[in-house]
């Protein structure tokens, strides 16, 4: 059976598309700040977006081995109240990635402002104009 296609019309679509992909940007974002253990990542890049990012734990997690085997954080272990938690700190490394990462998502930011120029600009009328 051939798998459905996407609604390209629905804007829950889309959302999910933005969040899958800022899911790592803003979990750089917040330990850019300070360390942070995994549960903290989440409540401060929903705090941080408004709630417009909220990765799960089954988002950040991954994310997190991933940047750790790149060398963009390190963890440690601490126990607090008698349970182990994984604190997780941006290297140098992982510094230099949300800069680059900064500079690359405010070049999208000013296309997408172009398209809603593009969005909002009125049509123009069929037989006027060069092409017409």
Not at 59 to 83: M, N, Q, W
Request: charged content about 25%; proline content about 4%; aromatic content about 10%.
């Amino acid at each position: 059976m051939a798998k459905a296609a996407p609604d390209y019309t629905s804007r829950s679509y889309w959302n999910g598309i933005i969040k899958m992909s800022l899911s790592k940007f803003f979990i750089l974002r917040v330990l850019h700040e300070r360390p942070m253990h995994g549960y903290e990542i989440a409540q401060a890049v929903e705090r941080t977006t408004s709630g417009c990012c909220s990765p799960s734990e089954g988002a950040i997690y991954p994310a997190l081995k991933e940047f750790e085997t790149g060398g963009y954080v390190v963890s440690e272990t601490e126990v607090v109240s008698g349970r182990e938690r994984r604190v997780y700190t941006l290297t140098d490394k992982g510094r230099d990635a949300f800069r680059t990462a900064v500079d690359a998502w405010m070049e999208v930011t000013d296309s997408l402002q172009a398209a809603r120029e593009v969005v909002d600009r009125p049509r123009a009328v069929a037989g006027g104009g060069c092409c017409g």
